[in-house]
């Protein structure tokens, strides 16, 4: 079998498959869907100090080359991210 393992810095990957930042929240909704242990990593969505609800609806509006979106960084904040999303992405592989 085919090494894919990869260094990102001093962390070990098993393969360079990471979900891109924000498409993925924290990965709970990827779980869902997929067994995480076999993706390399999660880029997870931004962090900030405090919660934040995001911007109001809409959020996504399409475009004749594409879609625009503004979520507004909507986010637990720091503090609930270590108690409630990190432990769960540090257990999923």
């Not at 070990?12 to 995480?36: C, H, K, V, W």
């Not at 986010?75 to 769960?88: Q, S, V």
């Amino acid at each position: 079998m085919v090494d894919l393992n990869v260094h990102v810095g001093s962390v070990q990957l098993n393969n360079p498959l990471i979900a891109a930042s924000g498409t993925a929240g924290f990965g709970r909704e990827l779980a869902a869907m997929y067994d995480l242990s076999a993706w390399g990593g999660i880029s997870s969505k931004g962090v900030t100090r405090t919660p934040r609800i995001g911007n109001p609806t809409p959020r996504v509006a399409e475009t004749a080359s594409g879609m625009l979106n503004s979520v507004g960084l909507q986010n637990p904040g720091i503090e609930a991210f270590i108690r409630d999303e990190y432990p769960f992405m540090a257990a999923s592989g």
